[in-house]
């Protein structure tokens, strides 16, 4: 169980060593904003296309039956 004690004693540790107060936090701190507005960015993207795909016109009425037949006819 995490006591405040324990955490004020400064046990847990980050990749390298470093402590979590020190620049080591800052920098994963810095790699994980980016890493994070990277994957924002990537979804959004993946979003953006996949509704930029045009609609079916007006009284198309059979247009699932054509998308179905042109992929397996």
Same mark, same amino acid.
């Given at each position: 169980?995490?006591?405040?004690?324990?955490?004020?004693?400064?046990?847990?540790?980050?990749?390298?060593?470093?402590?979590?107060?020190?620049?080591? +936090?800052?920098?994963? #701190?810095?790699?994980?904003? @980016?890493?994070? %507005?990277?994957?924002?960015?990537?979804?959004?993207?993946?979003?953006?296309?996949?509704?930029?795909?045009? +609609?079916?016109?007006? #009284?198309?009425?059979?247009? @699932?039956?054509? %998308?179905?037949?042109?992929?397996?006819?």
């Amino acid at each position: 169980m995490l006591t405040a004690e324990y955490l004020s004693t400064r046990h847990y540790k980050v990749e390298g060593g470093l402590d979590m107060k020190g620049e080591g +936090a800052r920098r994963q #701190n810095t790699s994980s904003l @980016l890493f994070a %507005a990277v994957e924002v960015g990537i979804f959004t993207a993946i979003f953006a296309v996949a509704g930029a795909w045009p +609609a079916p016109d007006v #009284n198309e009425g059979y247009y @699932l039956a054509k %998308a179905r037949h042109s992929f397996n006819p």
